[in-house]
């Protein structure tokens, strides 16, 4: 069994910057393949960005390339979304998952094990 606990949300103006973090317990971080989603109020779970289990391969949503990045620590079985130049329309409660499957998941039914999320709110 794995835990997800996320951390890090809160409000911040346009521009400013958040990184959540997802700390984890279980078995070895390593293993886990991770993934960051997010949902705003009245829409669809959505991806924001994924890393495989060696950190070599990463995937991020169009609207987060270019400011959001995603990693692990293995170490510390801390996983991390550093989100720059964040905008209003960032605002939903953002969601780690993992897995322990190769590659990387973009969908939700791909991830097992999720936190229980972390509100972002961002003011204009």
């Known amino acids: 069994q794995v835990h997800l606990v996320e951390s890090g949300g809160g409000l911040v103006q346009a521009g400013g910057s958040l990184r959540l973090s997802c700390a984890t317990s279980?078995?070895?971080?390593?293993?886990?393949?991770m993934g960051w989603f997010r949902q705003a109020p009245g829409k669809e779970r959505e991806i924001v960005a994924a890393?495989?289990?060696?950190?070599?391969?990463?995937y991020y949503a169009d609207f987060a390339k270019g400011r959001f990045a995603i990693s692990k620590d293995n170490a510390k079985a801390t996983g991390y979304l550093q989100m720059d130049s964040l905008k209003p329309e960032d605002t939903a409660v953002y969601y780690c998952?993992?897995?322990?499957?190769?590659?990387?998941?973009?969908?939700?039914?791909?991830?097992?094990?999720w936190g229980q999320g972390t509100q972002v709110t961002v003011s204009s």
């Open positions: 998952a993992a897995d322990s499957n190769a590659g990387y998941g973009t969908r939700i039914h791909e991830y097992y094990y």
């Open positions: 279980g078995r070895t971080f390593s293993s886990y393949r």
């Open positions: 890393i495989s289990r060696s950190e070599n391969i990463t």
